[in-house]
């Protein structure tokens, strides 16, 4: 495009949006052409932040007219490169941030609507002024947005008992590829008119439409909880630990958070007011927490678990998080390991799962691999692995050079996917496939998947407006 269409086109947009609603001068847009890992450098005809869905609409379809291509950002907290545009300075992003309303809470339904530009943690602050409970958490949860949790079907540190973002979707108002309005806001617990669409477009990562708003369960506000840092040896026995709190806490078990010493050890390195746990250092530690909407004795509930455990040799030594602000440290030293990684030093993450029995054997032959094969990298191994999700980041080591260690991260992803697909798992659990793992679907996704993905893509956006180059 010259300089001259691009011009006009520019005020074209500014026609239909308004003129502080489009964004062109580099300094006000480089924020917006950079994904987080900084993996990727894009840039932009233009970022756009449209004040309401009916402009969405609007939008999209002068995109469809024009064969524009649209990526849509929310908090821009991905992993996977999704909302950043391609470098051809075509793409227009959209950003979400304006439509940022609670729009309804219906405290007696369980339910609330919010549009997409939402902050996660603004939704969870709206549920608890109505006396609810909203359970999709994150360390993002402060800058990332509702849309793009929705978009990528995030996981977090509740899904065990509460599911990933599609199960925590009630209904979904969304602008389609050809500028329709599908108004889809329904808060009803049971519906089966036909294709779940709600469903088709949590997880489809702006290639199938924009979200403007959802309906959300809510659950009871959590009336009671137990939090403890628990020592241990091995992940297997985490495994053991697992099943035991399930048998004696059930539903209540929310979260179970596997950490290595050397995540606790980057954690106190690069995060200020962070504390070692326990007395001692110990080979791995399992985060977990029981919660309760209902009042309840559940520390007493997971200290006789712990004792049981520890008969049982499962338990090297625990922490019971004794007053909200050991909690809140415990979770510090949780959710700031992506940050310690970060200030270590490059890495070559893997969001991975596989059956939650499998953690255990997984972990062995993949760190044994790694050892054998990465002499200038270090394992951190972390997270969800109550939901059998691995963040299998390698950072490269102290002595190691940048150029060298990434050189080889085609190399180590591949052996380290081939044994997630010999284990039956996923090559990406919880952060999507964006622009960054593309080609990795293409070898891991069944021929007969990929085909349907495509009809469905071609069906829906045959103009390929949709977030151009990612997820297909
Ligand atoms: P963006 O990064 O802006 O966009 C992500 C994708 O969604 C892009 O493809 C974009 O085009 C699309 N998109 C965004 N908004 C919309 C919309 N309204 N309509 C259509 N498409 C849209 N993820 C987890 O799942 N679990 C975790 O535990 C977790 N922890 C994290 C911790 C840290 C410290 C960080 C930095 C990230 C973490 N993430 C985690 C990754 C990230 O926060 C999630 O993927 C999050 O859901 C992205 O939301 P976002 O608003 O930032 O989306
Ligand atoms: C987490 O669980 O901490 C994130 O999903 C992983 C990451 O930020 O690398
Ligand atoms: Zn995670």
Known sequence: MNEQSAQSRIAQLRSILGEDSVLTRPEDTAAFEVDQRRLYHGHALAVVSPRQVEEVAALVAWCVQHRIGL??????????????????????????????????????????????????????????????????????????????????????????????????????????????????????????TGYDLKSLLIGSEGTLGVITAATLKLWPKIRSGATAMVAISTPADALALLGLLREHSGERLSSFELL?????????????????????????????????????NLNEQLQQTLALAMERSLVLDAALATSERVRLDFWRLRESVPEAQRHEGVSIKHDISVPVASVPDFIAEASLW????????????????????????????????????????????????????????????????????????????????????RAIKHALDPHGIMNPGKVL
């Open 71 to 192: 990526v849509t950002q929310g908090g821009n907290t991905g992993y996977c490169g999704g909302a950043t545009p391609d470098e051809s300075g075509l793409q227009l992003v959209l950003l979400m941030r304006r439509l940022n309303r609670v729009r309804s809470i219906d405290a007696a339904n369980f339910s609330m609507t919010v549009e997409a530009g939402c902050v996660l943690a603004n939704v969870q602050r709206a549920a608890d002024m109505a006396d609810r409970f909203f359970p999709l958490s994150l360390g993002a949860e402060g800058s990332c947005q509702i849309g793009g949790n929705l978009a990528t079907n995030a996981g977090g540190v509740n899904v065990l008992r509460y599911g990933m973002a599609r199960d925590l979707v009630l209904g979904l108002e969304a602008v389609l590829p050809d500028g329709s309005i599908w108004r889809g806001l329904k808060s009803l617990r049971k519906d089966n």
């Open 260 to 296: 290595p010493r050397v995540a606790i050890d980057l954690t106190l390195r690069y995060v200020s007011a962070t504390h070692d746990p326990l007395g001692q250092s110990y080979p791995w530690y399992v985060l977990c927490e029981l919660t309760s909407g209902t009042t309840e």
């Open 370 to 453: 790694v050892r054998q094969h990465v002499a200038d990298g270090f394992l951190v191994c972390y997270g969800h692995a109550g939901d059998g999700n691995l963040h299998f980041n390698i950072n490269r080591a102290t002595d190691g050079e940048n150029q060298a260690f990434l050189a080889r991260e085609p190399v180590i992803k591949r052996a380290i996917h081939d044994l997630v697909a010999r284990y039956h798992g996923s090559i990406s659990a919880e952060h999507g496939i964006g622009r960054l793992k593309r080609e990795e679907l293409q070898r891991y996704a069944s021929p007969v998947q990929l085909a349907c993905m």
